[in-house]
């Protein structure tokens, strides 16, 4: 079987540590486990990024404001 090799870009809107989100309530842990095993069982490796380290804000002000990093590269190791 031939591999080939392939590229997700996009907003996945689950974060994989809650590191990734400030803002009012931690993110449940079973979800981005859940999220994690998913790009696990994938074969898939997230590609990083460069700039702000959010990539989403509900652009609320002061205690309200949420930021994420939502968007993501993924791709395969190969």
Known sequence: MASFWWLV?????????QEEKMG??????????DFGNVLNRCDSVD?????????WDNNRGGRANVQERL??????PS
């Open 71 to 76: 968007d993501r590269a993924l791709s395969n």
């Open 24 to 33: 009012l309530f931690d993110r449940p842990l079973r979800r981005m486990v």
């Open 47 to 55: 590609m990083g990024f460069r700039g702000y380290e959010f990539t």
């Open 9 to 17: 870009i996009g907003d996945f809107n689950e974060i994989m540590v």
